[in-house]
């Protein structure tokens, strides 16, 4: 796997760097007992047409762990897509993945929070690029690979048992 770029470089990767930033920001204000009821996912997505909620409520985050883990493959995967896609590109994935994991999410369960599936889209895209693409030789290795699907299903029973909600 290629090694991200240094934390120095986040003005090359704009894209990248305000989700990231907008992220920790939101995330930070909720854990200080801010406001974020018009983030966050509920049946006004569709009741009063707010389709900002389906990209809004990937920005919070529940615990440092969460954050963490979703900022560092945000940025592992996301400066990769954006130096080679470019800015606008970069930014048109994002949304397509913001939305649609967090809209497929509410229609399944209740909704959630957090850039995890942005983060899972881009490692899929990327495993599949790898493959396809020179561009993205060596990008995604089976370490990778082996921790984004051991937690996946993880995920699903920690949530199905009711010991972690986990979307």
Sequence with gaps: MLKPPPLKNVPYYPVTSFVAA???GVTVLWWSKGNIDGLVMNSQVWNKWQLWRALTSTLPHVNVFHLGFNLYWFWVFGTLVEREFGHWKMAAIVLLLG??????????????????GVGY?????????????????????RNTSMTFVVWFFLCIVLTYTGVMPVA
């Design 22 to 24: 907008m992220a920790l």
């Design 99 to 116: 939305f649609g994991s967090a809209l497929a999410e509410f229609m399944v369960f209740s909704g959630g929070v957090g850039l995890s």
């Design 121 to 141: 889209g881009l490692w899929g895209m990327l495993w599949v690029l790898e493959r396809r693409d020179a561009r993205f030789a060596g990008t995604v290795d």
